[in-house]
């Protein structure tokens, strides 16, 4: 009887408090409905000689409003709202609609549904593999539609319980980007 229970005890200690899977990591990334940060972006990019960097803030706020705002090297802004994407650069301003460009909004459908813990819409347009446990995972991104593909070959998000910390980008003509996020403290 003592084994018994001890073998039972030592079975229970050995199975994880929680299952970490993607339901588990989206249900956790739902749970911020907005937020703000710090960027360091490396671009890596085949016909410079070296990397650019940039810094700036990010912000986010559920459904679907996402800002860039690159502060270094030179000043740019970066707002997707809605269905809308907005670039201001040198005093111009760029409009696009996503719904004009399929890819395109695919690829910002892949930041929207990571951070807003959307697994179905993630899964409309990648297939998804999940590494690593609550403390350290990382989220990898594959195009499962060949007009994404085109542009991006891998998306790769890493982070710590319901934190996107870093995203990894590979693109189909090898060009390739890091960009590390530290979250502002609420």
Sequence with gaps: MKRA???????????PACAWDLTTLMAELARRPQGRARFVETKTIALLDRPVVSSGELRFAAPDRLEKRTLKPRPE???????????ERDRRK????????????????????????????????????????EKQWTLDLLPDDQRIAAFV????????????EWIRYLQADGDSALM?????QP
């Design 94 to 133: 760029y409009t696009l609609r996503l719904s004009e460009q399929p890819a395109a909004l695919a690829f910002v459908d892949s930041l929207r549904g990571t951070l807003t813990g959307d697994l179905a819409a993630l899964r409309k347009s990648y297939k998804l593999t999940l590494a690593g446990d």
């Design 180 to 184: 590390t996020i530290e979250a502002e």
């Design 77 to 87: 802004s970066l707002v997707l709202a809605g269905d809308v994407l907005t670039l």
């Design 153 to 164: 070959l891998r998306i790769t998000f890493g982070g710590s319980h319901d934190r996107v």
């Design 5 to 15: 229970v001890a073998s039972l005890a030592l079975l229970v200690l050995a199975l």
